[in-house]
């Protein structure tokens, strides 16, 4: 199979409509993610050689261009996550179907099952801290950005939001298969953390896209 983020778009969304089960709702999460940040690019490239940017001090200019390299590499990063989730779910599947008619198959399925449903878990988290850093490098260009396209910068900031809330969801569905405790609870924390931080942020931004339009 060909990787998920080499799919045209409409292929990948056929692909997700099939009755296979991946991709699913966490390789979407990544790829709305990966759209959120590129929105916010595109604002900055829409802002950048305009006289109401050059007019901004230093600092700001300096920080939004630092807003604006960080987008970049997390929409980089979060592509990746849609192909790392579906083979993560695909390992742990694998796991499932480890054979059990032996004390040591059973020990072996134990083991790889608790070790694919941690990874399967992980992956989701990184995804939802990446979408939450989106909405961290957002602020600037939604303050800042061009005001002919600053809508787009909310509509980065929702993709952003709904992704962060999209994986912790994908997070929470495997956290009842991770036997290791300290680890299910640090994850169950940061998935808190990130949804409450996810929301003041997004609706901050929000705030500041309608007091343009």
Known sequence: MSKLKDLSVENFIAETASDSPAPGGGSVAAQVAALGAALGEMVYNLTKDKKSFAEL???NKTAIK???AALNALRE????????????????MAALRLPKDT???????????AHAAIVSMKVPLDTAGKSLQILKHMDSLARYGNKNCISDAGVGAFL????????????RIN???VKDQDVANQAEASCKCYQQEAEKLCTEIIK???QKI
């Open 77 to 92: 990063e979060l592509v990746l996550l849609i192909d790392e989730d579906t083979v993560a779910f695909n390992t742990f």
């Open 175 to 177: 956290l009842s298969s």
């Open 208 to 210: 500041e896209v309608y």
């Open 57 to 59: 001090s230093d600092e």
């Open 103 to 113: 004390e040591e198959e059973i020990e072996a399925r134990k083991a790889a099952m």
């Open 66 to 68: 630092a807003d604006y």
């Open 160 to 171: 952003a939001r709904a992704a962060v809330e999209s994986a912790v969801m994908n997070v």
